[in-house]
Nanobody, 121 residues
């Protein structure tokens, strides 16, 4: 059974940094497309960044230059480095996995439980 477990969320002031992690269990991690998504109260879930099995990446325009997605296949772990955080980045962040890459579309089959990120001004 596929399981994704996020960690690393927290509360920071604007301009600060956080690194989210997502450990993956139950499948051949390196062959999947992985993504980070976020959802704020009252808003739809949106794609933040994604990385394909070959290491290709895409980032949402709203986070380009501030957030970086990466992965460590040996550790079955996905990361999201978030720098220069803004109050509008406040949301619950989810990692997701899919066999065929959907990039920033929130239609992945496998999801973690999420980790909360709160940025104060």
């Amino acid at each position: 059974q596929v399981q994704l477990v996020e960690s690393g969320g927290g509360s920071v002031q604007a301009g600060g940094s956080l690194r989210l992690s997502c450990v993956v269990f139950g499948y051949t991690y390196s062959s999947y497309c992985m993504g980070w998504f976020r959802q704020a109260p009252g808003k739809e879930r949106e794609g933040v960044a994604a990385i394909d099995s070959d290491g290709s990446t895409r980032h949402a325009d709203s986070v380009k230059g501030r957030f970086t997605i990466s992965k460590d296949n040996a550790k079955n772990t996905l990361y999201l480095q978030m720098n220069s955080l803004k109050p509008e980045d406040t949301a619950r962040y989810y990692c997701a996995a899919e066999g065929a890459c959907l990039w920033l579309l929130p239609k992945y089959n496998y999801w973690g439980q999420g980790t909360q990120v709160t940025v104060s001004s």
